[in-house]
């Protein structure tokens, strides 16, 4: 059963703190999200990506936020330096796209982020 | 810019009782995917059911289907014999169809949805 995976699941950090979260798109996919959940402001868009260029990053702080692709199987969101209104659930997705066949977008499980 | 409203903050419905979730979206593209998902206490995001703007005919999926009306921007979920497990934040989502493919979803707020045993 493929699934999207995500590490941590949880973390709790201090103010100043470099976080790193990893993301494993489902094997075959493409096409990777970087969502955010919050009470204020619901889920949004942080950054995604095709076949491991950027495409989109204009949702993400650039001044403490990063989200690379170092191969195919794996996606990080960097946070450096944290600070309280980073704490969220931040979700990835997959999907894949092949010419002009679009998939459905598979969401990992999350990763809470708390931070102090 | 897309939106996705949904009005209903928290609807509540009868275990085996039929309730309808409210979304309404707005864009100027003819072509596009509209999405239910569903968000249990675990976190999980779970796709419930999908809509292609060009197709005329609802989708649908066991006990849940939708009211997808094109003219209006209206996309509403029906949920059918509404069962406990059915209780979760439900969350409505726009995509558009651009050629350049999978591209990112726009998401409502979400309506809680509590199931009355």
């Known amino acids: 059963d493929a699934r999207v995976t995500q590490t941590p699941r949880h973390k709790v950090t201090e103010m100043g703190q470099e976080v790193t979260m990893r993301c494993q798109p489902i094997?075959?996919?493409?096409?990777v999200f970087w969502y955010r959940q919050t009470m204020m402001q619901g889920l949004e868009l942080l950054a995604y990506f095709r076949n491991r260029a950027p495409l989109d990053d204009s949702g993400m702080p650039k001044d403490r936020f990063s989200a690379e692709m170092p191969d195919a199987t794996l996606a990080t969101l960097k946070i450096q330096p944290s600070e309280p209104r980073d704490s969220a659930v931040y979700f990835c997705a997959s999907g894949l796209q092949q010419g002009l066949r679009t998939d459905t977008q598979y969401f990992g499980p999350g990763t809470r982020l708390t931070v102090l | 810019a897309q939106t996705v409203t949904q009005s209903q903050p928290e609807m509540s419905v009868q275990e085996a009782e039929t309730v309808t979730l409210s979304c309404t979206y707005d864009?100027?593209?003819?072509?596009?995917?509209l999405f239910w998902y569903k968000q249990p206490p675990s976190r999980q995001m779970i796709l419930v059911i999908r809509?292609?703007?060009?197709?005329?005919q609802n989708a649908t999926e066991n006990r849940f289907s939708v009211n997808f009306q094109k003219a209006a921007k209206s996309f509403s979920l029906k949920i059918s014999d509404s069962q406990l497990g059915d209780a979760a934040m439900y969350f409505c989502a726009y995509r558009s169809s651009l050629l350049s493919g999978n591209t990112p979803l726009v998401f409502g707020k979400g309506t809680r949805l509590s199931v009355i045993a």
């Open positions: 094997l075959g996919h493409n096409t």
């Open positions: 864009t100027s593209e003819s072509d596009y995917y």
């Open positions: 809509q292609e703007a060009y197709k005329q």
